[in-house]
């Protein structure tokens, strides 16, 4: 029905309330545009357009120079970064010299790989999908789930800046799930790395500027993880525990940073490939059905009646978030429970911080879903009480323009619609 069907005749009471109309609208326009300061405000908006146009969050803007450059590979201990240095020299001596640094960090392992060892020395994941460290005092990679019937869910490379609806979809269904976050988009997008703790999803790391780390040297794996640790403990407010390396990537030496940075790994089973589609030539949205498929197919025929699984799936794109809501139904009834990770493996506590506390599997699955604890962001906007320049930042100047042009655009279109 035609709004202006509601009024009279009268082409003057038209005018008038097309201009209330118009005032309504430009109300609810910028009420909706300037609210991007709380994580609260930034989880209201939906249209992923407005979603990701850059703000500024004074604690990351004012701390840009404490973090590596945003996205830029490999991630490297910011100069004059004493903390940092201090906590690398603490631990170096017990990461394994004699472990090669291979290939590159877009995964061009083709000079390298002829010169491997073919019995996989390193437990290279990449080479032979080691998951069990031949260096002593390594633990094994997690890869599934204990627990019959499980699926440990979970999204890598986020927080994505348009992931509002699906993660109002996860909040609707009651879903909590593990999220490896990546620290630059941390940086890029704080209050969206904000809502995943307020809606009592489990936070992982996942690198800094996401590399294949068996590619990168020693020291600057330590950067990509302990940024990465930092940014998430600045502005979210918590300190992960656990890692998932880009693209399991991993091998022991990798493996002796990450524990000496007290986290434990997570790798999967199962992997949906969703991320490729798009990236790769050739990789269809039929053959991530067919992945999902698959999984379902396996849980019917009975292949995770003695332990569960762990599927790789991404927050990373439209159409990986799209397909996780597309397959949840017919997972969640497939699987006797879907969990993150953390809660699959009974790991009460998934932060440094002790004061938070994840639900036991058995809790979670008689419907005791909600995490305890509280998380303290620092509002200082300074990440370890230094200051210096230069370092690359988020994107501040001209946002405010550019929210200006969308609100003028939203409203037309608004105004559009309600006259149309
Ligand atoms: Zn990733």
Same mark, same amino acid.
């Given at each position: 029905?035609?709004?202006?069907?509601?009024?009279?005749?009268?082409?003057?009471?038209?005018?008038?309330?097309?201009?209330?109309?118009?005032?309504?609208?430009?109300?609810?326009?910028?009420?909706?545009?300037?609210?991007?300061?709380?994580?609260?405000?930034?989880?209201?908006?939906?249209?992923?357009?407005?979603?990701?146009?850059?703000?500024?969050?004074?604690?990351?803007?004012?701390?840009?120079?404490?973090?590596?450059?945003?996205?830029?590979?490999?991630?490297?201990?910011?100069?004059?970064?004493?903390?940092?240095?201090?906590?690398?020299?603490?631990?170096?001596?017990?990461?394994?010299?004699?472990?090669?640094?291979?290939?590159?960090?877009?995964?061009?392992?083709?000079?390298?790989?002829?010169?491997?060892?073919?019995?996989?020395?390193?437990?290279?994941?990449?080479?032979?999908?080691?998951?069990?460290?031949?260096?002593?005092?390594?633990?094994?990679?997690?890869?599934?789930?204990?627990?019959?019937?499980?699926?440990?869910?979970?999204?890598?490379?986020?927080?994505?800046?348009?992931?509002?609806?699906?993660?109002?979809?996860?909040?609707?269904?009651?879903?909590?799930?593990?999220?490896?976050?990546?620290?630059?988009?941390?940086?890029?997008?704080?209050?969206?790395?904000?809502?995943?703790?307020?809606?009592?999803?489990?936070?992982?790391?996942?690198?800094?500027?996401?590399?294949?780390?068996?590619?990168?040297?020693?020291?600057?794996?330590?950067?990509?993880?302990?940024?990465?640790?930092?940014?998430?403990?600045?502005?979210?407010?918590?300190?992960?525990?656990?890692?998932?390396?880009?693209?399991?990537?991993?091998?022991?030496?990798?493996? !002796?940073?990450? =524990? @000496? &940075?007290?986290?434990?790994?997570?790798? *999967?089973?199962?992997?949906?490939?969703?991320? /490729?589609?798009?990236?790769?030539?050739?990789?269809?949205?039929?053959?991530?059905?067919?992945?999902?498929?698959?999984?379902?197919?396996?849980?019917?025929?009975?292949?995770?009646?003695?332990?569960?699984?762990?599927?790789?799936?991404?927050?990373?794109?439209?159409?990986?978030?799209?397909?996780?809501?597309?397959?949840?139904?017919?997972?969640? !009834?497939?699987? =006797? @429970? &879907?969990?993150?990770?953390?809660?699959? *493996?009974?790991?009460?506590?998934?932060?440094? /911080?002790?004061?938070?506390?994840?639900?036991?599997?058995?809790?979670?699955?008689?419907?005791?879903?909600?995490?305890?604890?509280?998380?303290?962001?620092?509002?200082?906007?300074?990440?370890?009480?230094?200051?210096?320049?230069?370092?690359?930042?988020?994107?501040?100047?001209?946002?405010?323009?550019?929210?200006?042009?969308?609100?003028?655009? !939203?409203?037309?279109?608004?105004?559009?619609?309600?006259?149309?």
């Amino acid at each position: 029905m035609r709004l202006s069907s509601f009024f009279t005749p009268s082409s003057s009471t038209n005018t008038r309330a097309a201009a209330i109309l118009l005032g309504f609208s430009l109300w609810a326009s910028s009420v909706r545009a300037q609210d991007r300061t709380t994580e609260a405000g930034e989880a209201a908006i939906t249209n992923p357009n407005q979603e990701c146009i850059p703000y500024t969050y004074p604690p990351i803007a004012n701390s840009a120079s404490s973090y590596p450059a945003n996205w830029v590979q490999p991630a490297v201990i910011v100069p004059g970064d004493t903390e940092a240095l201090d906590k690398w020299n603490s631990i170096k001596s017990s990461i394994p010299t004699n472990i090669s640094v291979k290939g590159t960090v877009k995964g061009d392992f083709s000079n390298f790989t002829p010169t491997y060892n073919a019995s996989d020395t390193d437990c290279w994941w990449t080479y032979a999908k080691c998951v069990t460290p031949k260096l002593p005092g390594l633990s094994p990679d997690i890869i599934n789930i204990p627990e019959p019937m499980s699926l440990g869910i979970g999204y890598d490379d986020g927080p994505n800046c348009s992931h509002n609806v699906f993660y109002d979809f996860l909040s609707d269904n009651k879903q909590k799930a593990t999220m490896y976050f990546i620290g630059s988009n941390v940086q890029n997008w704080p209050l969206e790395g904000q809502r995943a703790l307020a809606d009592g999803h489990e936070l992982c790391v996942h690198t800094w500027s996401h590399p294949y780390t068996t590619a990168v040297q020693s020291e600057s794996v330590f950067a990509e993880l302990w940024y990465t640790m930092k940014i998430i403990k600045q502005v979210i407010g918590v300190t992960p525990t656990c890692f998932r390396p880009p693209y399991g990537d991993i091998d022991d030496r990798v493996r !002796a940073v990450a =524990k @000496a &940075l007290g986290l434990r790994v997570i790798l *999967w089973t199962t992997d949906s490939f969703d991320w /490729e589609v798009g990236a790769t030539p050739g990789v269809t949205p039929a053959m991530v059905d067919a992945n999902y498929q698959n999984l379902i197919n396996g849980a019917q025929n009975g292949s995770y009646n003695n332990f569960g699984t762990i599927m790789l799936t991404h927050e990373i794109n439209n159409f990986t978030m799209t397909e996780a809501i597309k397959w949840y139904p017919a997972l969640k !009834a497939a699987f =006797k @429970a &879907l969990v993150p990770v953390g809660v699959g *493996w009974n790991i009460s506590q998934p932060y440094a /911080e002790t004061n938070y506390t994840l639900p036991t599997y058995s809790q979670y699955v008689n419907g005791q879903i909600t995490v305890t604890g509280s998380a303290s962001p620092s509002s200082s906007g300074d990440a370890k009480s230094s200051s210096k320049s230069g370092a690359v930042g988020m994107p501040t100047a001209g946002s405010g323009l550019i929210v200006s042009i969308v609100t003028v655009a !939203a409203l037309l279109g608004g105004v559009a619609r309600v006259l149309a």
